[in-house]
Every structure is written in structure tokens, then in C-alpha cells.
């Protein structure tokens, strides 16, 4: 398990009483997923893991206060050298980030270095959809990006809602404040002024309840849900903005885009075994072929619920 590998790794004893509360605030605080947590861990182990050797010892709070870009770019190469993907030296870095960022917000301690570190970038290839463990570390790592407390909470939110209910971006920014979704089912108004009922998952009205306790402006029942910065409504470009950032401190590639959250809603819930006629409605599609076009699933998925499906599988 990777909370074992994490727990084997030989520390300064205060370093592993910090570690440890670090790993109940992802837990208990900040709620992380269950695959975060899991990449957290093994990836914070391997660093630890590494640094021993490196420094000739086990590692202390003050050994991490003093690491240099060297070192970091040490770990890299050995990470490298030991046949890890870009992909995965990407996200491992973006774990560091967090945790280094977790310690100084905390009072134990900052380092310059890692702010400079920049991540290998992940190969490019045709437009996709996030997997379900690129996403859950997406949605779990906003709060790497810069700002005040309540503008990473809005992109928290405003990310988790289109992922959990697959709207566009357009329609998300269009909310206004008595439209937030708070309850069980949220009406959005898509192209063409369709309306459409979605259902709103805990994890989607969490994100937004806590945007709005930390929102500093309250514009009214009238007024924009997703604020911007001078209390106007967030614009597009900033949003996309911000998630462009994120991907770069993740590694991720270009193709991670806010539409793209909307294509890995509908292509996880197909390959989950959704029905496409409830996905179209839920998309807002009119026609069935655009969500066809839309969803991308391999073929495994498909085979699997052709078999589970089809009266003569057997």
C-alpha cells in the first residue's frame, strides 16, 4: 500500500510527526481522494526515500528547508534514470508543491527552491479526456494555484461543477447567485435557451457552499455566482487562465481545458456502463450522434458493456 511505503521510510522523528499531520489534513480537512492520497503518499515516500541516500542520512525539516534546485533536479533525473514517465515525474513534483506549500502555510519552515521548479510537460497527443486519477488530482491540487483563500475556494467550486454535473463553461459562469447549486438538482440554461434539470452530487454542493462562505462580496440573488476579482462577473478568460496554470504545475497536457472537464464527465460515466440517451440529456445534446461523437471510451469498456448487455452475450 502506498500509506506503507510511506510509513517505512526512515525520518527525523519530528519530520514524520509533521508528515503525519499533513496526511490527516488531506484526509480530514481538505478531503482529498481516495487516488490523491494514494499519489501523495507513494510520491512524498519515494522523495524521502531518495534524500536519504542523497543527503546520507534521514532527512530532518531543516534538510528540507535547505534543499537547492540541484537537489530537486537530482530526484528528477533519478526518477528519470529509473524509467518513470514524464507523466509521472510531473505529478510527483506537483505533490512536493503541495506538500512544501502545506509546511509553510503550517509554520514549519519554507523553500525558495521548489517555487522555481518547473515540471516536465507531458506529451501531446489527440484531444481526450482526463483519466479518472488525473482528474480526482486535478480537482484535489487547485489549491497550488496563487490568490486569496476564497479565489482558489471559487475555482474549487467552479472546476468540481463542471466535472460533476458536465456543464460548459458558458453555462456555469451564467449562474447567477439564487441559482447556486445548493440542493439537489440545479437548472442551467444551455444553447438555444434550453433549460435542463441536472442532479448535484454532496461533493459539487460542499465545493460551492464553501466558495460562498469565503466570498467576500454578496451582489444579491441577481448577481453573479463566480466572482472575479473586482466583484464583476468571472470572465471565461480567466478562468481558463487559471486552469492553464494548474495543468503546468501538474504536468498535464494542453488538451486540459475547462470543456474538457464537461468530456471527462460524459466519457467516465459511459465507461462506467451510462446509458447514452440519459448522458445526452444530461450533455443538453439535441441530436444523440453529437453526444456519440462527444464520448470517447475504449474499446474495452465498450466490448464489456456489449457482452453485459446484449440478450445472446451468453
Known amino acids: 500500500m502506498a500509506e506503507a511505503e510511506l510509513a517505512t521510510v526512515s525520518c527525523d522523528p519530528s519530520l514524520v510527526r509533521i508528515i503525519e499531520d499533513w496526511r490527516r489534513w488531506l484526509i480530514h480537512e481538505k478531503r482529498a481522494s481516495r487516488h490523491t492520497i494514494d499519489a501523495y503518499n507513494r510520491d512524498l515516500g519515494a522523495f524521502l526515500t531518495f534524500l536519504q ?43 512536493l508543491r503541495g506538500f512544501f506549500r502545506w509546511l509553510e502555510r503550517n509554520g514549519h519552515g519554507a523553500n525558495q527552491a521548489i517555487r522555481a521548479m518547473r515540471s516536465p510537460k507531458r506529451p501531446q497527443g489527440m484531444p481526450k479526456p482526463l483519466t479518472v486519477t488525473d482528474t480526482d488530482l486535478l480537482l484535489d491540487s487547485v489549491d497550488l494555484l496563487p490568490g486569496e483563500p476564497w479565489e482558489t475556494q471559487r475555482d474549487v467550486a467552479l472546476f468540481t461543477l463542471l466535472y460533476g454535473c458536465g456543464l460548459r463553461i458558458s453555462e456555469a459562469l451564467g449562474l447567477n447567485r439564487g441559482e447556486a447549486p445548493v ?17 448535484v452530487l454532496p461533493v459539487v454542493r460542499e465545493a ?12 444579491g440573488n441577481d448577481g453573479p455566482l463566480f466572482l472575479g476579482t473586482r466583484g464583476k462577473r468571472l470572465n471565461p478568460g480567466v478562468a481558463q487562465k487559471r486552469l492553464r496554470e494548474l495543468r503546468l504545475l501538474l504536468g498535464l ?61 451468453d
Open 183 to 199: 440542493g439537489d438538482s440545479l437548472t442551467v440554461t444551455g444553447k438555444g435557451s434550453k433549460q435542463r434539470m441536472l442532479p
Open 208 to 219: 460551492v457552499q464553501a466558495y460562498l462562505k469565503l466570498c467576500p462580496r454578496q451582489p
Open 53 to 95: 541516500t542523497h543527503l546520507g542520512g534521514p532527512p530532518g525539516l531543516a534538510d528540507l528547508e535547505g534543499l537547492a534546485a540541484a537537489d530537486f533536479r537530482a530526484w528528477m533525473a533519478r526518477r528519470a534514470a529509473d524509467g518513470a514517465s514524464r507523466s509521472s515525474i510531473a505529478r510527483a513534483m506537483s505533490v
Open 253 to 313: 497536457p494542453d488538451t486540459v481545458t475547462p470543456h474538457a472537464l464537461r468530456h471527462s464527465f460524459a466519457t467516465h460515466l459511459l465507461g462506467a456502463g451510462g446509458d447514452l440517451r440519459a448522458i445526452q440529456e444530461l450533455l443538453g445534446h439535441a441530436s444523440l450522434s453529437t453526444t456519440q461523437r462527444y464520448t470517447a471510451v475504449d474499446s474495452d469498456s465498450l466490448m464489456a458493456a456489449y457482452r453485459a448487455a446484449h440478450p445472446r452475450a
